[in-house]
């Protein structure tokens, strides 16, 4: 069993949706960290959460500490949003666990 | 700001050759790390680094060495390159402290096939 799960693993939306991108993790953890990864492998820190909520242009993702649980929301997608999310927790020092991914489509 | 440089892109190896897969990074950062990424996993780490003279091992050391001399450099060496060694690996820096602390910027990537 990974100590991160991502759902859904693929998802394909209309453009102008609001999608949501779920974690659920099984360890302790000091902080949790979305990522995206592009269609050309380049993977970029999107935010590094430990507690709340925070928000960045169209997204917006939320924690629950209490509940192991993490979401990722995008509001009015655009194609261009089209990506693998990553999900990852940090434990001790700088050692990361990693969920496997949710690749995101989002149609014109 | 070039931030965080791996080379090459792509290598092809032969099952037994070796190796390095270079990393650089001009952000001053005491963290450094190196990960394989394969089909239906997560990001899985390999080696890290704190500093330099300090390394450390990941979740997946085997058929792998590195080393920090300086805080910029942070090579990954595959000693007898075998097909199980096929992936994408990506290394990442991250500061130990101020605003970005624990933000981990990532190099673009290294494709490599063994046969």
């Known amino acids: 069993k990974n100590e991160v799960e991502q759902s859904p693993q693929n998802l394909t939306a209309q453009e102008g949706e609001f999608i949501t991108i779920n974690c659920s993790y099984s360890v302790g953890i000091s902080a949790l960290h979305w990522l995206q990864q592009h269609p050309g492998g380049g993977i970029v820190s999107l935010f590094m959460l430990s507690s709340g909520k925070k928000k960045h242009g169209r997204l917006i993702a939320t924690i629950n500490i209490q509940e192991k649980h993490s979401s990722l929301h995008i509001t009015a997608s655009h194609p261009r949003d089209s990506a693998v999310y990553i999900c990852?927790?940090?434990?001790?020092?700088?050692?990361?666990?990693f969920g496997t991914g949710t690749s995101l489509t989002v149609i014109p | 700001n070039a931030g965080v440089t791996q080379t090459p892109k792509f290598q092809v190896l032969k099952t037994g050759q070796s190796m390095t897969l270079q990393c650089a990074q001009d952000?001053?950062?005491?963290?450094m790390s190196w990960y394989r990424q394969d089909p239906g996993m997560g990001l899985r780490l390999i080696h890290y680094s704190v500093g330099a003279g300090i390394t450390d091992q990941g979740e997946v050391p085997n058929g792998y060495n590195v080393s920090r001399s300086t805080t910029e450099d942070f090579p990954l060496r595959l000693l007898s390159a075998a097909p199980s060694q096929t992936s994408v690996y990506f290394c990442?820096?991250?500061?130990?402290?101020?605003?970005?602390?624990?933000?981990?910027?990532f190099g673009a990537g290294t494709r490599l096939s063994v046969l």
């Open positions: 990442a820096s991250s500061p130990r402290g101020g605003v970005t602390k624990n933000i981990q910027y």
């Open positions: 990852a927790v940090r434990r001790t020092g700088n050692q990361f666990y």
């Open positions: 952000m001053n950062h005491e963290y």
